[in-house]
């Protein structure tokens, strides 16, 4: 198991920025591929960005352009860097493993984007 914190949510309003860190410890390797899954209000959680070991990224749709994800594995953490917020990025914030499998879920961290 690899056990991941999220921190760094918080309240922002509509074209602000904010970064986010999730710091894994227990059975991290470098080489594990990691993501930061969203979830909106009353919305199932969908994967928006995720990072390999070798830094490829790939992002969904609707970040594209805004959001950038970075690794440091030296640190076991990984960032999220959120730029040009909207109100439909408001949610719960989670990183984990991509795929996840059986890996436990943290608390998350609460981001709330106002218009």
């Known amino acids: 198991q690899v056990h991941l914190v999220e921190s760094g949510g918080g309240l922002a309003q509509a074209g602000g920025s904010l970064r986010l860190s999730c710091a894994a410890s227990?059975?991290?390797?470098?080489?594990?591929?990691t993501g930061w899954y969203h979830q909106g209000p009353g919305k199932q959680r969908e994967l928006v960005a995720s990072?390999?070991?070798?830094?490829?990224?790939n992002y969904a749709d609707s970040v594209k352009g805004r959001f950038t994800i970075t690794r440091d594995n030296a640190r076991k953490t990984v960032y999220l860097q959120m730029n040009s917020l909207k109100p439909e990025d408001t949610g719960v914030y989670f990183c984990?493993?991509?795929?996840?499998?059986?890996?436990?879920w943290g608390q998350g961290t609460q981001v709330t984007v106002s218009s």
């Open positions: 984990n493993l991509v795929p996840q499998g059986g890996n436990d």
């Open positions: 227990g059975e991290i390797s470098s080489i594990n591929t």
């Open positions: 990072i390999s070991s070798v830094r490829d990224t």
